[in-house]
Nanobody
Framework: QLQASGGGLVQAGGSLRLSCAAS????????VGWFRQAPGKEREFVAA????????SYADSVKGRFTISRDNAKNTVYLQMNSLKPEDTAVYYC?????????????????WGQGTQVTVSS
């Protein structure tokens, strides 16, 4: 199971750190992604990281503002979000891909966390 946490309400320009913790499995040989879904919109890719090599990928809309990282000891992936904008408002989901490479579409991920709400006020 994946447990996402860390969402909340923040003003524009502020920061939040999301966490994605795995229970019952480890991330080794997998990739972990963050996606988000705003009301009335499709779920979209935000960032992803391969567990073994730490290779990362970001959506253009978050490059330079968001950073994805992993903590091997805690079996947790983080998404540090800085310089938040109102358009970042969405439910954020972490997802696990049972392969050591990154793809940007939701169908490539096998397990999903429950989502955590991020609201950025202007």
């Amino acid at each position: 199971q994946l447990q996402a946490s860390g969402g909340g309400l923040v003003q524009a320009g502020g920061s939040l750190r999301l966490s994605c913790a795995a229970s019952g499995r480890t991330f080794s040989s997998y990739a972990v992604g963050w996606f988000r879904q705003a009301p009335g919109k499709e779920r979209e890719f935000v960032a992803a990281i391969t567990w073994s090599r730490g290779t990362t990928s970001y959506a253009d809309s978050v490059k330079g503002r968001f950073t994805i990282s992993r903590d091997n000891a805690k079996n947790t992936v983080y998404l540090q979000m800085n310089s938040l904008k109102p358009e970042d408002t969405a439910v954020y989901y972490c997802a696990l891909r049972r392969a050591p490479n990154i793809i940007l579409v939701t169908t490539g991920y096998d397990y999903w966390g429950q989502g955590t709400q991020v609201t950025v006020s202007s």
